[in-house]
């Protein structure tokens, strides 16, 4: 058996169109942290879960790993630049941008398609990352087309 190229595997996972989202906690010392991910998926109806996963070289790894509460912002296909913000590094990622305070300690975007406010349920290891299942403790829909990802790209979906 040949050994697995990490960048061949990356590329073909690419080949999975997904979402883009923002998740946001605030690090042990109180402040908003926030980072692009596009590793999320729903989990549960009953109880309501959903999971995401982080690398444990982020920048934000320690934060995260940490927090007892999180959000998921799913960004609409007007919210490329947003995307970039938050995948962006060494910017306060908060100073100008628009948020508010929720159900729990995480800051919330005020632009979203849809939004999760969450619990830590279980935290898994995943190989070079940490999967967390949160528990949804609020939500809501805006019903936005979607920005996706795909192939390295963001794409707009054609109805």
């Keep these: ?23 946001t906690c605030r690090d042990a010392s109180g402040k908003a942290v926030g980072m692009t991910a596009n590793s999320f998926s729903s989990v549960s109806l009953d109880p309501p879960l959903l999971l995401w996963s982080i690398a444990k070289t982020a920048t934000n790894f320690e934060a995260f790993n940490a927090a007892e509460h999180f959000a998921i912002h799913i960004l609409h296909s007007d919210q490329e630049q947003a995307s970039r913000h ?28 849809a939004r999760f406010e969450c619990e830590i349920e279980h935290r898994y290891p995943g190989g070079d990352h940490i999967i967390l299942v949160g528990r949804i403790l609020a939500f809501d829909d805006r019903t936005k087309e979607p920005l996706v990802f795909f192939k390295g790209q963001y794409k707009q979906l054609v109805s």
């Design 86 to 113: 938050f995948a962006a590094k060494n910017v306060d990622k908060f100073a100008d941008y628009p948020h508010e305070a929720g159900v729990t300690d995480a800051p919330l975007l005020t632009d979203y398609s």
């Design 1 to 23: 058996m040949n050994p697995i190229d990490p960048l061949q595997l990356r590329n073909a996972f690419g080949s999975f169109i997904t979402g883009v989202t923002v998740v």
